[in-house]
């Protein structure tokens, strides 16, 4: 460990009493530090929007108090509505998490003025890295290598437009107060230049209430690490070693894994020193990541700074044996680093996959929606941080991440399959995630043997490729979905009939179903053979169906000689079924008096999810080309553009900007085309 910086507020001992803790955040990392947080003996305050009022946070706290509705500007960004929550409740300490206010130096500060111990770093040292630009020129300064670019004060489309060109492209453009990948657009031309301008400082200023934006060379086929560093105090700053973060998707990490397999032993000593001179450049104090993107001959430059703990924290935990939360709180307490960097120990491998509430067949669409049945996995060397339970809403307000599952082993390899395994075993049921996307990424070759960078999904998993088409149940798939649909069907007969009569699958005659998955129907049709057997016919095929073993939310199974366990649930008519690592959502349609049918090139422009309308690009009476963006719609974090899905004229716009919408609320429409069929509605599904 380097020598103690010299400061004034070292002149006496640091001693900090806190008793309670107020979590300003929601979800996993709320659940996360509130179990620590308890471990250590404090009491802690859950804070909740209308939209989390029965949240798995809201009941692990000891107390929790209503801090206003689910938008979170009205709510986990309210700082007044969350200094009065701390005040009702007596909190003395508040723990900003990640996200929301954990990087807002006003937030910091105010907690300070209200006498409230801010488990982070000190306002100042937020505040010098809260911007790109300025972070940029301090560490430019401190020495710490950093990527060439122009993030200057004249912040016109011609002086922006000017610095493009001469940097060059393929360009980066980035919101000056920019995370989590908002306010950034790659831009591969100089046609693309001004309408990216537009984009990212209108995102970057719904997002972080500032237009500022700042240009980078686009550093293409690049690795993205992180270093992990704390610092307490009394001056003491150490690294506790790499986490590889380069398997992205709109610039927002999905995989992260430590050690990195193109770090060397070298390599980390030098990054881990530019990382401490950065953290000690601002005075840092508390839990902090120095991202670098590094090149294949292993130059490194400075990205951004994090003045707060990581999403993906959890790997170097497994690896060094760290329980980063309770440093966060004993530094905060006044107390000196546990460790010296000599003492710092690294074992095994970690890797670390976000489970999404998102469509990557639909390029990553986001979704909202009830979870109806949520289990996690479980086994050795897994960890599943979540902050979910079974019928828990996800709504558009907030980020659609659910879980995070970690894999530790010995080698990276036993930490790969540990965590495909924890996967396949995680049972999230009732809207899409990005579950089968996580697994075939780390089935991947390229990622097998390490050699995954920023360019992994647009390389691999590019829109349109045949590994990003939706995949499609095979017909044993079918066959169980078909049988467990009938037997619900069933059930409800009887139980119509009266509970005294009971229910058995055993000689009912053969029944037709058509099963609706997505938007293929698959006509069957089913008999019971016997007790827990079906004879399932799909078109020309017969499948024998053997239920072998049941339990609340799964089956043991035999279809074609293979015996397996499938999770299930019935909700609604609908079966949400999952196995062999695919999902299903099947509802049999055999009884609608008719479906929706909506031909490609539709009239009609429909909200793909819950969300806030940000902009509206065209009026009644346009002329609209295919593709041409209509409405901007802003849900989970994200700005989603909706557009035509065919050349025509508007003829009705149904929004404006800051309206809330529903999804598949009609936005807008254009005039039905000469001759052409109508979209039409035969009934519901």
């Known amino acids: 460990m380097s020598d103690a910086r010299p400061s004034s507020t070292l002149l006496f001992p640091i001693v900090i009493v806190f008793s309670k803790i107020l979590v300003a955040n929601r979800g996993e990392i709320a659940c ?19 939209a989390d009022a029965g949240a798995l946070h809201v009941r692990l706290a000891d107390e929790a108090v ?47 003025q209200a006498a409230l111990v801010f488990v982070g770093p000190p306002a100042e040292a937020i505040d010098a890295m809260g911007n790109k630009a300025r972070a940029k020129s301090l560490m430019e300064a401190a020495g710490v290598p950093c990527v060439p670019g122009y993030q200057g004060p004249d ?47 209108s995102e970057a200023a719904n997002a972080f209430g500032s237009e500022e934006l700042i240009l980078e060379p686009a550093l293409t086929d690049v690795r993205h690490i992180e270093i992990q560093v704390f610092a307490d105090q009394h001056g003491n700053v150490v690294h506790l070693g790499e986490r590889d973060c380069s398997i992205q998707r709109r610039h927002q990490k999905i995989i992260e894994e430590t050690p990195s397999t193109a770090v060397s032993t070298e390599l980390r000593a030098q990054m881990g020193d530019a990382a401490v001179a950065a953290a000690r450049a601002i005075n840092y104090v508390g839990a902090g990541t120095i991202e670098f993107l590094l090149d294949r001959v292993g130059k490194f430059y400075f990205l951004e700074m994090n003045t707060r703990l990581q999403v993906e924290h959890p790997v170097t935990e497994a690896v060094t044996g760290v329980n980063l939360v309770e ?23 970690a890797i670390e996959a976000r489970l999404y509430a998102e469509d990557p067949y639909q390029n990553f669409l986001p979704q909202s929606g009830t979870l109806i049945a949520w289990r996690p996995a479980s086994g050795e060397g897994v960890r599943v941080d979540h902050g979910l339970a079974p019928g828990q809403s996800v709504s558009a307000f907030y980020d659609p991440m659910l879980a995070k599952v970690i894999a530790h082993g010995a080698s990276r390899e036993e930490a790969r399959r540990r965590l495909i395994v924890a996967l396949e075993d995680t049972v999230a049921l009732g809207l899409t995630t990005n579950r089968r996307f996580l697994i075939a990424t780390l089935r991947h070759p390229a990622f097998i043997v390490g050699e995954a960078t920023t360019a992994f999904i647009e390389m691999n998993f590019s829109v349109g ?28 007969a009887a139980n119509a009939r009266g509970a005294a009569q009971g229910w058995s699958s055993t000689g009912i005659a053969v029944s037709p179903l058509r099963l609706t998955i997505g938007d293929a129907d698959h006509p069957a049709s089913i008999t019971a053979a016997g007790t827990d057997r079906y004879s399932v016919t799909l078109g020309d095929d017969m499948i024998e169906v053997s239920i072998e073993e049941r339990h609340t939310d799964a089956v043991r199974f035999i279809a074609l000689g293979l015996q397996q366990t499938a999770r299930f649930a019935v909700h609604d008519r609908t079966l949400y079924l999952d196995l062999d690592g695919m999902t299903a959502t099947v509802r049999d349609t055999a009884l609608d008096i008719g479906r929706l049918a909506r031909r490609d090139g539709s009239s009609r422009l429909l909200a793909p999810m819950n969300g806030a309308i940000v902009g509206v690009l065209a009026g009644p009476g346009d002329r609209v080309a295919k593709g041409q963006r ?11 553009e909706i557009c035509a899905e065919r050349d025509g004229t508007i003829d009705k716009i149904l929004v404006k900007p800051g309206d809330q919408v529903a999804t598949r609320q009609l936005l807008a429409e254009l005039k039905p085309e000469t001759g052409a069929k109508q979209d039409r509605i035969e009934g519901t599904p």
């Open 327 to 349: 440093w966060q709180l004993r530094v905060a307490a006044g107390e000196r680093l546990p460790l010296e960097q000599h003492e710092v120990q690294f074992a095994g491998h």
């Open 32 to 50: 996360r530090i509130m179990r620590t947080a308890n471990a250590l003996g404090y009491r802690t305050v859950a804070v909740f929007s209308d």
């Open 155 to 201: 912040q016109s489309d011609a002086k922006l437009t000017t610095e493009g060109r001469r940097i060059g492209f393929p360009l980066m453009v980035k919101a000056a107060a920019s995370g989590g990948g908002r306010g950034m657009r790659l831009v591969t031309s100089a046609a693309e230049l001004a309408a990216a301008l537009a984009r990212a400082r």
């Open 630 to 640: 209509i409405v901007v719609l802003e849900a989970m974090k994200m700005q989603h």
């Open 66 to 112: 209503r801090i206003g509705p689910p938008a979170v500007q009205d709510s986990y960004l309210n700082i007044d509505a969350l200094l009065a929550a701390a005040k009702l409740a007596g909190a003395d300490a508040v723990h900003p998490g990640y996200g929301f206010l954990s990087e807002n130096a006003a937030f910091a500060q105010a907690c300070v």
């Open 465 to 492: 490729s045949e590994a990003m088409r939706h995949p499609v149940p095979d017909p044993r798939t079918i066959a169980l979905a078909a049988v467990l649909l009938f037997e619900a069907r069933a059930r409800g």
